[in-house]
């Protein structure tokens, strides 16, 4: 294999190779793990092991394919801009879950030729499960082909989503919640995107939503979830994106989308009228406005 060949299923032996040694990795340093920074926020978390695994799969690729570029969650990208094939890690996708010994959480390691996912590799280091996608050649959960759920209804759909970490962003998705939990017959929040994605994939969950996605986070499992059969979108004919993600089968996205879509305008809302007063709080006041409005009081009574 030459480093310019982008020959999908040499990449995907390369990948399932590597993320083997990073699973193996994550699960051995989990027990008392340390090294814990927050970025973003208190709650968007970090540990020794995301960032041990992270380096260790960009050396394990750039020594495979050293013209390649490497996107990755904790050190972002290196490598040429204008590579042939660009691959994109979560090192550990699930952090929170990994900090506090909770099982649920994944290696994703997807490369993208132009921009595109080409393959996708999921792996649950402590489950032991792979899911792995080509593009063009179907999902697969080890070596079950993988088809979706055959849901049409959403009050007959378990469906999965998470959540940001800015405080911001959380209330809008929990008003958002509020409106999808009462018209489905559950919601899961496993706290793993690349699994959830998966998870969708093969049926455990109807659909999934959610608002916030980083690109490491949906290149694999989204990859594995649309081959999968499933429709991988946003709202509004939009791409998938930070903005949204929404993986349904064809028959069940319409209505998830259509439920979301509306809870999601609904929230957007509600956000801006809470944000109105204190807006208008902030404007500056017109020079006198303060001696005027103290004035029009006694004047409108005398009226």
Known sequence: ????????????????????????TARAMQPGVGGVSTKSTPTDVVTAADRAVERQVVAALRAARPDDRVLGEEYGASGAAGAGVEWVLDPIDGTVNYLYGLPNYA????ARCGGEAVLGVVHDP?????????????????DR???????????????????????????????????????????????????????????????????????????????????????????????PGRAMVLAAPPALHGPLHDLVASATAAADAE??????????GAEPAEPGAGAAQRGAGPASGRR
């Open 1 to 24: 294999m030459t480093t310019a060949d982008p020959d999908p299923y040499r990449l995907l032996d390369l990948a399932l190779e590597v993320v083997a040694a990073a699973g193996a």
């Open 107 to 110: 290696v994703s390691l997807a």
């Open 126 to 142: 402590v489950g032991g499960r792979w899911w792995t996608a080509v593009r063009g050649g179907g999902a697969y959960a080890g």
């Open 145 to 239: 082909r993988l088809t979706g759920s055959p849901a049409t209804e959403p009050d007959r759909a378990l469906i999965g989503t998470g959540f940001a970490y800015a405080a911001g962003t959380r209330a809008r998705q929990a008003a958002v919640l509020r409106a999808v939990l009462p018209r489905v017959r559950d919601i899961r929040r496993l706290g793993s995107a690349a699994t959830d994605l998966c998870l969708a994939a093969e049926g455990a969950l109807d659909g999934y939503y959610e608002a916030g996605l980083a690109p490491w986070d949906l290149a694999a499992g989204g990859l594995v979830a649309a081959e999968a059969g499933l429709l991988v979108t946003g709202l509004h004919g939009d791409p």
């Open 271 to 280: 956000a801006a009228r809470d944000a109105e007063p204190a807006r208008r």
